[in-house]
């Protein structure tokens, strides 16, 4: 059973940043792909960004890219969220997630973490 954990959350001002943190109970990130998602309240569960494990490759949703960097360090098993220019609409309980496919669908994610809360204010 793999078990992740974020941390990283916290409040910061518009076009401030934070770096989001996952790290993974197992030694490796064996799984496919590692994914950052977000709920906002009242709203849906939204896919942020993703990673294949085996190869870096990367993929964005549109509202993020190009604000947004995710990365791994392999040694720490753990996978990081850089966010830069922040939006109070980018405020949300942030989630990353392991899937044995790649995917932006978080019905296909087998593992999920308790969340981090971010906060953006105007």
């Known amino acids: 059973q793999v078990q992740l954990v974020e941390s990283g959350g916290g409040l910061v001002q518009a076009g401030g940043s934070l770096r989001l943190s996952c790290a993974a109970s197992e030694r490796t990130f064996s799984y496919y792909s590692v994914g950052w998602f977000r709920q906002a309240p009242g709203k849906e569960r939204e896919f942020v960004a993703r990673?294949?494990?085996?190869?870096?490759?990367?993929y964005y949703a549109d509202s993020v890219k190009g604000r947004f960097t995710i990365s791994r360090d392999n040694a720490k098993n753990t996978v990081y969220l850089q966010m830069n220019s922040l939006k109070p609409e980018d405020t949300a309980l942030y989630y990353c997630?392991?899937?044995?496919?790649?995917?932006?669908?978080?019905?296909?994610?087998?593992?999920w973490g308790q969340g981090t809360q971010v906060t953006v204010s105007s």
């Open positions: 990673m294949i494990w085996t190869t870096d490759s990367t």
């Open positions: 997630a392991a899937a044995k496919v790649p995917t932006v669908a978080a019905g296909r994610y087998d593992y």
